[in-house]
Each structure stands twice: as C-alpha cells, then as structure tokens.
Nanobody, 121 residues
C-alpha cells in the first residue's frame, strides 16, 4: 500500500499564502499523476490541480493564477503553493496519487487523510 501524509494546512487571512505538502511512502513502484482535491462543508469534493510524471499541470478555473502544483519525484512528494487565498478556498484539502506498488500490480488511486485550510475574511 501507499500512504500519503499531508501537511501545511492552517488558518490564514485573506490574501495570505500557504504551502501544502504531500509525502508518499510505503510500497511504491512508481507514482504517476499526483493531485490535490478539496471539499468544503456541504459541497462535493473537487479537483483543484494535478500534475503528471512529465510535469504537465491542470487547474480548476477558480485557482488559476493563484495556486501552483509541483512535485519532487526523488522525495515522492507533491506540493501546492497557494497564494492570494480567499475565504472561498476554505476546505479540507486532500492529496491523491495514482501509483503502482509493484511492477505487475494494477494502477491504483490512493488518498491522504486531508488537511484543513481556513481563510478568514
């Protein structure tokens, strides 16, 4: 299995910045796409950003120009730099990866436990 541990969440004022980290560990053969999702109270979980092994990135329109996703393959870690934060960015942020645990194992999706981001107005 692959374990994901997120960190970096917290309380910040509107306009501030936070940097989330997602460290993967466990039985890892290869990690493919890494992604950040978020879920606000009463809303469905939504994709915020993802990054492929080739470092192609994709963002939800609401965060374009403010958030930047990156990855360090040597550390099996993904990052989400969040700038110009808004109250509507308040949510639990989850890391997710597609990975294989062995050469002939299937490609599977793994989730972290989430980290709370709260933006005050």
């Amino acid at each position: 299995q692959v374990q994901l541990v997120e960190s970096g969440g917290g309380l910040v004022q509107a306009g501030g910045s936070l940097r989330l980290s997602c460290a993967a560990s466990g039985s890892i053969f290869n990690i493919y796409t890494m992604a950040w999702y978020r879920q606000a109270p009463g809303k469905q979980r939504e994709l915020v950003a993802n990054i492929t092994t080739g470092r192609s990135t994709n963002y939800v329109d609401a965060v374009k120009g403010r958030f930047t996703i990156s990855r360090d393959n040597a550390k099996n870690t993904a990052y989400l730099q969040m700038n110009s934060l808004k109250p509507e960015d308040t949510a639990v942020y989850y890391c997710s990866v597609h990975a294989r645990t062995a050469l002939y194992a299937p490609d599977m999706r793994f989730w972290g436990q989430g980290t709370q981001v709260t933006v005050s107005s």
